[in-house]
Structures are given as structure tokens and as C-alpha cells.
């Protein structure tokens, strides 16, 4: 098992940027693929984005170009750097890693993210 924690939400204007970071609990170095969430209010959760283990990165086309993925693995950390934030961004975000062989993904509590128009 691993315990993932969101952090670096928080309120910002339209064209602004927030990075998140998702910590995870102990060592990500295995292959594995970790992935960025959003749940809007009174709307489905989302998928924004994820990054394999090798640093591969894929993004749901309304984020691409303006979201980038990382990884630092020495510091079993994810991140979600947002550019040029839209209120359409206005969610809460979750990171989610899923190891190979293994059916379930494993979740952060999510951090709040708002964009004001």
C-alpha cells in the first residue's frame, strides 16, 4: 500500500498558476503510473493528466499546454504545475498511482483549487 497527500491548492486569479505536489508514502521508483483527478462541483470526476514512472506525460486536451506533470522520485513526489488558470479550473484536484498487476488505484484526499474571474 501507499499513502498519497495532495498539497498546494488554494485561490488564484484567472492567468495565474499553482503547483500541486503529491507526496507519496514511501518509495515510487517501481514502475508505476500516477494520475491527476478533478471533480468540479456538482459535475463527474475527471481525469487531467498522468506520468509514468519513465516520465512519460499524457493530458486531457482542455489542460494540455497550459498543465505540465513531473516527477521527482528521490522525493517520492508528483507534481501538477497549472499555467494560465481559467474559473473552468475550479475543482478539487486528486493524484491517484496505480502499480502494474494491480486492479485498484490508490488516492489522496484531493486540495481545493479555485480560479476567480
Known amino acids: 500500500q501507499v499513502q498519497l497527500v495532495e498539497s498546494g491548492g488554494g485561490l488564484v486569479q484567472t492567468g495565474g498558476s499553482l503547483r500541486l505536489s503529491c507526496a507519496a508514502s514511501?518509495?515510487?521508483?517501481?514502475?508505476?503510473?500516477v494520475y491527476w483527478y478533478r471533480q468540479a462541483p456538482g459535475k463527474q470526476r475527471e481525469p487531467v493528466g498522468g506520468?509514468?514512472?519513465?516520465?512519460?506525460?499524457n493530458y486531457t486536451p482542455s489542460v494540455k499546454g497550459r498543465f505540465t506533470i513531473s516527477r521527482d522520485n528521490d522525493k517520492n513526489t508528483v507534481y501538477l504545475q497549472m499555467n494560465s488558470l481559467k474559473p473552468e479550473d475550479t475543482a478539487v484536484y486528486y493524484c491517484?498511482?496505480?502499480?502494474?498487476?494491480?486492479?485498484?488505484?490508490?488516492w489522496g484526499q484531493g486540495t481545493q483549487v479555485t480560479v476567480s474571474s
Open positions: 491517484a498511482i496505480k502499480f502494474p498487476l494491480q486492479s485498484e488505484q490508490y
Open positions: 514511501r518509495s515510487i521508483v517501481s514502475p508505476n503510473t
Open positions: 506520468i509514468t514512472s519513465d516520465g512519460v506525460t
